[in-house]
């Protein structure tokens, strides 16, 4: 009984852990994009986890009016731009919500930053940018901030190549949390109903 006892203990305490390890790499982070080529705009890019896909809300401010900015995630950094990873809907009026197919755990592992550029017809002209770096919040009350390191009059020589929308990469830990959990605990009351048998 108490071997059974102790079994059931350590199922329980491994699920919470679990849970409690997918619940602290929920929380969304907020890229600070700073201003490019003397542009004027700047703002936020907050991403957001939403299981295998991530959302990114930008907001900036002092882009002309009636402006139509093309924003991505590219490779590498401000510094140093790599291809259009992610594209992302255009910012109109200070704003852009998308939903990308990649967890938000792949971003903030990798190299990556979200750029705005001028418009479709001078997408050479970077306009502000930010780099994905750091990790999770800790809570999901929280919010991590990072800080960009841009270089501010960088002019590309090329447009960045197009990307290729991306496949989830990795799986929420919620859910086989949840599993290894429940089948620890269903090993427990097979176990305890043999033993009182």
């Not at 919040?137 to 901030?145: D, E, G, K, L, V």
Request: hydrophobic fraction near 45%; charged fraction near 5%.
């Amino acid at each position: 009984m108490k071997r059974l006892s102790l079994i059931l203990s350590l199922a329980l305490l491994m699920a919470i852990a679990l849970v409690g390890t997918a619940a602290a790499q929920s929380g969304p982070i907020t890229v600070t994009l700073a201003t490019q080529n003397n542009s004027g705009v700047s703002g936020t890019a907050t991403l957001t986890p939403m299981g295998s896909q991530t959302q990114v809300v930008i907001k900036v401010t002092g882009e002309p009016a009636g402006a139509s900015e093309p924003d991505h995630i590219h490779t590498g950094s401000c510094a140093n731009l790599g291809a259009v990873k992610y594209p992302l809907a255009n910012v109109v009026n200070g704003t852009s919500t998308t939903m990308v197919n990649v967890p938000l755990s792949t971003l903030t592992a990798g190299t990556y930053a979200v750029n705005l550029h001028e418009s479709a017809a001078n997408i050479n002209t970077y306009v502000a940018c930010g780099d994905i770096k750091g990790t999770v919040a800790a809570s999901t009350t929280s919010t991590a901030t990072t800080t960009a390191t841009a270089t501010t009059n960088a002019t590309p020589s090329a447009a960045p190549a197009t990307g290729e929308g991306g496949l989830a990469t990795g799986q929420a830990a919620l859910p086989l949390a949840l599993v290894i959990g429940a089948g620890l605990l269903l090993t427990g009351w097979v176990g305890r109903r043999r033993a009182n048998v």
